[in-house]
């Protein structure tokens, strides 16, 4: 467990820094619950708090606007609440100062996280399918004098240090033989950069859903490159060690809710796409683009492949300079029949 200072710390120096900036809901304190289960293995899946603190980003989650959770968890008397953050990296930062349990981010926060002293276990993963990357780019304004991705060379781009965009940046460049040093990285939150975008103030900017489908409403932006193809994992649940260590039989409903709802949202998009437009307050027009690029491809569990391409992606950064230590992503993980017991067979590939 580390200090809430020294996270920062490290964080800011070694890394680039999270931003200290970070949005929160309320808090509760952990209630003291024991209610059992038993898998097929004989693995008790306990819980011991009556308060469940879920993390989310700004960009929307339709894991909290479905209420699954709340639904799932009040016969046993478990109170959900939600905290937003505005991207993966302070999400990360709330966890390590205890601010939440659970949270939903990319590939790339839980690894500056873990570098950064953070007890962090992972819990699930997203499957990827050939569409998945197409609602992340690297993009320009309309009049920038940059023609083509090879030309960014040089240039300021603007993205959120320690996110996705951190990895999808570094293949992108390494794909057409530039490292992340040809570039002047600007770090700033997506939703902090958008207006000065949108006025052609910023020249390279990294934005995803529903900020990108915003700009090409505008028509602000002309990309330069999606993601697609950049072999990236994709994104995970995470957890506090304490937490998933004391609540496992909570992160198995999480799994499975989390498994059920992806069926659901994949079967039912004209529905997600009415919730998205009433909590995220979007146009309909700009609902749609979003819906056209987004893929509900399901849960991944912690198999071996799945841990061996996260190590691949911390290795990576190691190895660019990305990061000062070399990390091993086994020490972010709870035991491998744990997993089992919490996981559905179907999604262990």
Same mark, same amino acid.
């Given at each position: 467990m580390i200090k809430r200072?020294? &996270?920062?710390?490290?964080?800011?120096?070694s890394l680039g820094g999270f931003s200290m900036a970070y949005l929160l809901g309320s808090?509760? %304190?952990? @209630?003291? %619950?024991?209610?059992?289960?038993?898998?097929?293995n004989s693995i008790s899946l306990g819980i011991k708090t009556k308060v469940l603190r879920m993390g989310y980003q700004s960009a929307g989650d339709l &894991?909290?606007?479905?209420?699954?959770?709340?639904?799932?968890?009040?016969?046993?008397? *478990?109170?959900?609440?939600?905290?937003?953050?505005?991207q @993966?990296? %302070?999400?990360? #930062?709330? +966890?390590? =100062?205890?601010r939440v349990d659970v949270g939903s981010v990319g590939e790339t926060p839980p690894i500056f996280a873990q570098v950064a002293g953070s007890d962090l276990v992972y819990v699930v993963g997203t499957q990827r399918t050939a569409r998945t990357g197409t609602s992340s780019v690297i993009a320009v304004p309309p009049e920038?004098?940059?023609?083509?991705? #090879?030309? *960014?060379? @040089?240039?300021?781009?603007y993205f959120q240090k320690g996110s996705?965009?951190?990895? &999808?940046?570094?293949?992108?460049?390494?794909? *057409?033989?530039?490292? $992340?040093?040809?570039?002047? $990285?600007?770090? +700033?939150?997506?939703?902090? =950069?958008?207006? =000065? &975008?949108?006025? @052609?103030? $910023?020249?390279?900017? !990294?934005t995803g859903d529903p900020h990108y489908a915003?700009? %090409?409403? +505008?028509?602000?932006?002309?990309?330069?490159?999606?993601?697609v193809g950049l072999d990236s994992p994709g994104g995970y649940y995470i957890a506090d060690r304490k937490f998933a260590e004391e609540n496992p039989g909570l992160l198995k409903? *999480?799994? #499975?809710?989390?498994? =059920?709802?992806?069926?659901?949202? #994949?079967?039912?998009?004209?529905?997600?796409?009415?919730?998205?437009?009433?909590?995220?307050?979007?146009?309909?027009?700009?609902?749609?683009?979003? !819906?056209?690029?987004?893929?509900?491809?399901?849960?991944?569990?912690?198999?071996?492949e799945l841990i061996a391409e996260q190590q691949r992606v911390a290795d990576l950064f190691f190895k660019e300079g990305v990061i000062p230590k070399k990390i091993n992503i086994q020490d972010a993980l709870l035991p491998p029949d744990l997993y089992a017991a919490i996981t559905p067979p179907e999604i262990m590939v």
């Open positions: 200072r020294r &996270f920062l710390n490290v964080a800011t120096s808090c509760s %304190q952990q @209630g003291q %619950q024991n209610v059992a289960s038993t898998s097929g &894991f909290r606007n479905r209420q699954v959770l709340e639904k799932r968890l009040e016969p046993l008397g *478990i109170k959900v609440e939600w905290a937003q953050f505005v @993966g990296p %302070q999400l990360m #930062e709330g +966890m390590a =100062a205890k920038s004098p940059l023609q083509k991705f #090879e030309d *960014i060379k @040089g240039q300021e781009v996705a965009s951190h990895y &999808f940046i570094l293949r992108a460049l390494q794909s *057409i033989g530039l490292t $992340i040093k040809d570039i002047k $990285i600007k770090s +700033m939150a997506t939703i902090e =950069a958008r207006g =000065a &975008f949108l006025e @052609g103030r $910023i020249p390279v900017w !990294m915003i700009a %090409q409403k +505008m028509g602000r932006i002309r990309v330069l490159r999606d993601s409903i *999480i799994i #499975e809710e989390l498994h =059920a709802l992806d069926k659901w949202a #994949e079967a039912n998009r004209n529905e997600v796409k009415k919730l998205m437009i009433a909590t995220q307050k979007l146009d309909e027009d700009v609902a749609d683009k979003v !819906m056209s690029r987004r893929t509900f491809a399901g849960r991944r569990g912690l198999s071996p």
